[in-house]
């Protein structure tokens, strides 16, 4: 049974960082492309960024860029979100997901993660 944990979330006034950690369990976890999510109260969840099985792909949604870091220790079984710079806008529910298939792509469509974790919020005060 696959399980993704996240934690780091909390409160951080804008211009902070914060660091999100999911740890994964109950299958290979090199073997599967990770990402990040995020939902707003009264918006749809989007995506935020993914990596590679091995960590030498990423990608980015365009929120994202310049101040988010994806990545992963694959010998903890953990991928990571460096958040610096943060905004209110970035307040959400930030969920780590889990390729659905051992394709290893650097996706951005949630259809393509079958694995969820419950979610860790994040808020940014102006």
């Known amino acids: 049974q696959v399980q993704l944990v996240e934690s780091g979330g909390g409160l951080v006034q804008a211009g902070g960082s914060l660091r999100l950690s999911c740890a994964a369990s109950?299958?290979?976890?090199?073997?599967?492309?990770m990402g990040w999510f995020r939902q707003a109260p009264g918006k749809e969840r989007e995506f935020v960024a993914s990596?590679?099985?091995?960590?030498?792909?990423?990608n980015y949604a365009d929120s994202a860029k310049g101040r988010f870091t994806i990545s992963r220790d694959n010998a903890e079984n953990t991928v990571y979100l460096q958040m610096i710079s943060l905004k209110p806008e970035d307040t959400a529910v930030y969920y780590c997901?889990?390729?659905?298939?051992?394709?290893?792509?650097?996706?951005?469509?949630?259809?393509?993660?079958?694995?969820w974790g419950q979610g860790t919020q994040v808020t940014v005060s102006s």
């Open positions: 109950g299958r290979t976890f090199s073997n599967y492309a």
């Open positions: 997901a889990s390729e659905k298939y051992a394709f290893c792509t650097v996706t951005g469509t949630a259809a393509a993660f079958g694995y």
């Open positions: 990596i590679s099985c091995s960590g030498g792909n990423t």
